[in-house]
């Protein structure tokens, strides 16, 4: 199982995500923001991160640089329940900016537990699928 980051300054969201990863088998190390989750990705060796965007301090968006600049392997999901960065109807979706920055998936808030689960299944190389009995 993957060694997961999630990082969300609503703690109720983390801890729900946490819980719902944990129970699906995965280590789970939780940041209520991005200074704290950079410092985590410098003492931890990690798999996978849940980023949400819109965060005081240092915004989801840096923490997804600093974390490709730091552990180029993780892959991350990129989180957010906001449109955008400004109040324009057209204005770019975050979750755009999340992915060309590097993000490996993106999931808006709020999120369908399925597919979280599926997402982090995806992301981290799981299968569902039982090895094949049947004859060569």
Excluded: Y
Excluded at 13 to 37: K, S
Excluded at 59 to 70: N, T
Excluded at 75 to 97: E, F, N, Q, Y
């Amino acid at each position: 199982m993957a060694r997961i980051l999630i990082t969300d300054d609503d703690r109720d969201a983390g801890e729900l995500f946490a819980e719902l990863l944990r129970f699906a088998g995965h280590e789970i190390i939780l940041a209520e923001d991005g200074l704290e989750a950079e410092r985590l990705v410098r003492e931890h060796s990690l798999d996978l991160a849940l980023i949400d965007i819109f965060m005081p301090g240092l915004d989801g968006l840096e923490l997804i640089r600093r974390v490709r600049a730091q552990q180029p392997s993780v892959r991350i999901i990129a989180i957010s329940a906001g449109w955008s960065r400004a109040s324009t109807v057209d204005a770019p979706d975050v979750l755009d900016d999340a992915r060309e920055l590097g993000a490996d998936a993106t999931l808006r808030k709020p999120i369908n537990v399925g597919d979280l689960i599926e997402t982090v299944r995806r992301l981290s190389g799981e299968t569902d699928t039982a090895p094949s009995t049947q004859p060569a």
